[in-house]
């Protein structure tokens, strides 16, 4: 895999998620033009940060190396996030 695909699948996947960079960025104590430069595979990434990121992203780490990024795996991606987060929602109700 190489930088620019996984940079291209981390933007792609942060914007389904409605996120900025600024976003991102804060969560892994980064600068945004760090992050731009990840995203745009200009910067190499230790293992590490790519496991913070995809917890951010709330997608495993093989949806960030993916060569196919067709938009049918982004989206199902996308879907199981909002699930997650719909399901962490609920549980937060029923508990209050």
């Given at each position: 895999?190489?930088?620019?695909?996984?940079?291209k699948?981390?933007?792609?996947?942060?914007?389904?998620?409605?996120?900025?960079q600024?976003d991102?960025?804060?969560?892994?104590?980064i600068s945004?033009?760090?992050?731009?430069r990840?995203?745009?595979?200009?910067?190499?990434?230790s293992?590490?940060r790519?496991?913070?990121?995809?917890?951010?992203?709330?997608?495993?780490?093989?949806?960030l190396?993916?060569?196919?990024?067709?938009?049918?795996f982004?989206?199902?991606?996308?879907?199981?996030?909002?699930?997650?987060?719909?399901?962490?929602e609920?549980?937060?109700?029923?508990?209050a």
């Amino acid at each position: 895999m190489d930088l620019q695909q996984l940079g291209k699948n981390i933007s792609a996947l942060r914007r389904q998620l409605k996120l900025t960079q600024e976003d991102v960025a804060f969560e892994l104590d980064i600068s945004v033009p760090a992050l731009s430069r990840i995203e745009q595979g200009k910067s190499d990434i230790s293992f590490n940060r790519l496991l913070q990121i995809a917890q951010i992203l709330k997608v495993p780490v093989s949806a960030l190396v993916q060569d196919d990024t067709s938009a049918d795996f982004r989206q199902l991606s996308a879907d199981i996030a909002q699930i997650k987060a719909d399901i962490a929602e609920i549980k937060n109700v029923v508990v209050a």
